[in-house]
């Protein structure tokens, strides 16, 4: 994986940074996965219910197994892939029995490494097995928030939690952003990072890069007219002269409380 920042031999490229690796570049794992309808924010009706939304390249939904379930059966990392739909990269998964699964791909994970879930799995990046086999300190992701939910918390590029005590019937786990969450011992978890933790330093460089995203452009309102915003209009520049609020009059940020 290389960071690589452009020279600004354009507009578009004076400010653009790009992580080029190796990743496998070409058809995808067709069985697992679909085209993925996009309705850029309508509804039913054809009317806008989610703004700044439109206009996106197709994309491929790629089926992430969440809850590795294929207890006692080796896997092997057939490749690792881009995914378009997430900020963190998939592993596609061969199991002995010839099945094929995608998986979020951990740090340090490579192809032709062996993967496995259940009780007896070893304390190896990318194996599978329930908080109540995992000792304190151990870096985890695709932790459950219920036994058999599927994995909820840390699955974003960068990201894990840490067990930091237990109890009889629970697991006390810190993620990353420092939030405490106790959860049942099991629940299961994956053993290390999620990998492509540097996908933040990635700057797209032009207004263009977010448009092929679906992202279309949002205009602040105090440079809008009054009848398209309550805080537009007045002389000159100005600052709205009221709260925060949503193009309909909400308040837009939470109240101050009283402590």
């Known amino acids: 994986m290389v960071l690589f920042k452009f020279k600004p031999v354009t507009s578009g490229s004076r400010n653009k940074i790009k992580i080029f690796n190796d990743l496998y570049k070409f058809k995808f794992f067709k069985k697992n996965s679909k ?29 992430v197994d969440f809850f590795r379930n294929k ?34 791909s951990p740090k340090n994970l490579f192809i032709s490494n062996t993967v496995i879930s259940g ?52 697991v006390v786990i810190m993620l990353k952003s420092g939030l405490i969450k106790k959860i049942n011992f099991m629940c299961r978890a994956t053993i290390g990072e999620v990998g492509n933790s540097e996908h933040f330093l990635i700057k797209l460089g032009k207004a263009g890069s977010k448009r092929r995203l679906g992202i279309r452009p949002t205009v602040r309102g105090v440079a809008m007219n009054p009848i398209d915003h309550p805080h537009g209009g007045g002389e000159g520049k100005s600052s709205g002269g009221r709260d925060p609020v949503s193009p309909w009059g909400r308040l837009s940020k939470p109240l101050k409380k009283n402590v």
């Open 35 to 63: 085209i993925l309808k996009f309705n850029a924010g309508r509804n039913n009706r054809g009317v806008i219910s989610v703004r700044h939304l439109g206009g996106r390249l197709k994309r491929k939904y790629r089926y």
């Open 71 to 104: 207890d006692n059966i080796l896997g092997v990392v057939e490749r690792i892939e881009y995914d378009p739909n997430r900020n963190s990269n998939l592993s596609l998964i061969l199991y002995s029995d010839g099945e094929r699964r995608y998986i979020i």
């Open 119 to 170: 009780i007896y799995s070893p304390l190896k990046i990318g194996n599978n097995l329930y908080l109540k086999y995992i000792p304190l300190g151990i870096k985890i992701h695709c932790v459950e928030s219920r036994p058999g939910g599927g994995a909820v918390y840390s699955r974003s590029a960068g990201s894990y939690c840490t067990i930091i005590s237990g109890s009889l019937n629970f």
